[in-house]
């Protein structure tokens, strides 16, 4: 295989690579959502064994997930030099990344607080559990949890942590992330505007707000003078009242 030959094919394969950690991204942001919103439920009435269970192998997938992502995006920004095409890519992926761990570990922390708070190990700590009137469970978002895939998770099976160490080891991927590859955060542009959709709701909510008290101006001036009609005595009895 001649240079240009192997050139093109490490040009293809860093692509590959680099969209597999985009899947893994979008992955693990969805895993995580999920974990967050199933965690609102511990200590609630909705709280059980089945909750517990699905937050850990919420937790095992998310975790997974993290170390595969870890470990590419190191090795493609050890690899990658300045001007190379891909650097901005994987570096943003790389900052959403960091992100998306901060917020993992803030909500395992929470966990580990409220399963210490209601520890469910008897059937007399569910008297302690906060009556909040939520019907339902939490199976619809563990099983969207669930069906979420990354390109790499099939061939990769390292096991979990228990949480106190989960919550540890996120510090140690944090740190050697931030030792490891010299990227600012602050150098890293977005690719889009930052509240797009926020400022287009909010044109659209002014608007609509316009146009509502134009509706509530014209029915006062056409209500106003009601009471002078005949045999409309309900009417005016009401607008004295009012």
């Not at 919420?58 to 590419?72: D, E, K, N, Q």
């Not at 920004?77 to 992100?99: A, T």
Request: charged share 25%; proline share 2%.
């Amino acid at each position: 295989m001649n240079r240009w030959r192997q050139s093109v094919v490490e040009i293809q394969s860093r692509k590959r690579e680099v969209n597999e950690c985009e899947q893994a991204q979008a992955a693990l942001s969805k895993v995580t959502a999920c974990f967050q919103q199933m965690a609102t439920s511990l200590g609630t009435n909705a709280d059980g064994s089945c909750l517990r269970e699905e937050l850990e192998e919420t937790r095992t997938l998310a975790h997974r997930i993290c170390t595969g992502l870890h470990r590419r995006l190191l090795a493609l920004l050890i690899e990658l030099e300045q001007g190379q095409e891909d650097k901005e890519q994987v570096e943003r992926l790389w900052v959403n990344f960091l992100s998306s761990l901060e917020h993992f570990q803030q909500d395992l922390r929470k966990v580990r607080i409220l399963r210490e708070f209601f520890p469910l190990t008897q059937r007399k700590d569910r008297q302690a559990l906060v009556n909040t009137g939520f019907a339902g469970g939490t199976s619809e978002v563990a099983a969207r949890a669930a069906m979420v895939q990354t390109p790499w998770l099939s061939a990769e099976e390292t096991l979990c942590p228990v949480l106190k160490s989960h919550v540890e080891e996120i510090d140690v991927l944090l740190e050697e992330m931030l030792q490891r590859v010299n990227v600012p955060l602050w150098s890293v542009e977005p690719t889009q505007e930052a509240w797009v959709e926020g400022c287009s709701n909010q044109d659209d909510d002014d608007e609509s707000l316009e146009e509502t008290m134009e509706v509530e101006v014209v029915s006062q001036k056409n209500t106003s003078g009601c009471c002078h009609h005949q045999n409309c005595k309900v009417g005016c009895l009401l607008c004295l009242l009012s």
